[in-house]
């Protein structure tokens, strides 16, 4: 297992479990080195040093004078910065009990992400990133919790685990808590995980969050979309195999979409993992009835360039045992495809 369940660490912190993955020493070994090496997050300091860098040369270019004494800081007046500062102090040691109530009205500033980064996130601890995770997303609107997700969020949540191989219990309730609004998490967390090339604990934790928390299905929809016009990699591929196993009833151009993003594979000379085909046996069970005749020859190349010892005649039995989108209704008593060997014939 990645995680611990129900022990505490050195430091006294509970970590959370997620499923094991089925999957070899050499695939792990391989998904490990694909995933590597992406460009870190952006996060909430970024933002507002290219802010204050801004105003600084807006400010040089119009009156001829340097930047300010200390470029690192937020434009806040000085009674709201000590207050901020202070606020980042207690977040800093907090473990439970009351946010101070300094910190609940951020979400309702104009300027909030200024006044967020004085309290410096950062050094929040992981019980208080959760507490701030539930009042912001409660609070601020899709667009909004978006931003906060991705400069706060998911910074904390590949930083813990970076340093621990695993993920603080109040960091995974934080991302649960995330999918409160769902089309934030997906926009300000998984999808540009997927874009800086995440690593195989950071797609596993992420995946276990989207298989126990309910999604609506036409959020669920979109992000698969995205996915399967994405750049190939398996931490995709893990995203992709949690929300089909989710048995939505997904539009016809997610499944085409899903079907042009399997059918790729077909003239590739690399053998995809474990996972990539674990991904298309989940796609052939619940949505075999929605491809058509023409897309399902597609796929029996795919079957052919990218064998599977176990799970492809799995897939074959899927794919071609039942009637497809467009394809004419056998009549009563008529011997299906199974019965006249064509499901086999590959």
Partial sequence: ?????????????????VEDLEIGEDDQRALDMLMNGGSPARTLADVIMAKINERNAAAGDGAGGGAAEDDTAPDLPPKVLQVYTSVGKVLSTYRSGKLPKAFKIVPRLANWEEVLYATDPDGWTPAATSEATRLFASNLNHKMAQRFYNLVLLPAVQRDIKEHGKLNFHLYLALKRALYKPSAFFKGLLLPLCETRCTLREALILGSVLQKVSVPVLHAAVA???????????????????????????PYRVVDALVEYFAGFGDSQEVPPVIWQQTLLAFAQHYKGEITAEQKESLKAVLRAQPHA?????????????????????PPGAPGREATGEAMDM
């Fill in 310 to 330: 176990q799970i492809t005649p799995e897939i074959r039995r899927e794919l071609f045992s039942v009637r497809g989108r467009g394809e004419p209704k056998l």
């Fill in 1 to 17: 297992m990645l995680l611990c369940p129900g022990l505490l660490d050195a430091a006294g912190e509970y970590y959370e479990d």
């Fill in 224 to 250: 698969i979309l995205k996915l399967a016009e994405m750049e190939y990699t398996p931490a995709n591929t893990l995203f992709l195999r949690t929300l089909l196993r989710k048995k939505y009833a997904l």
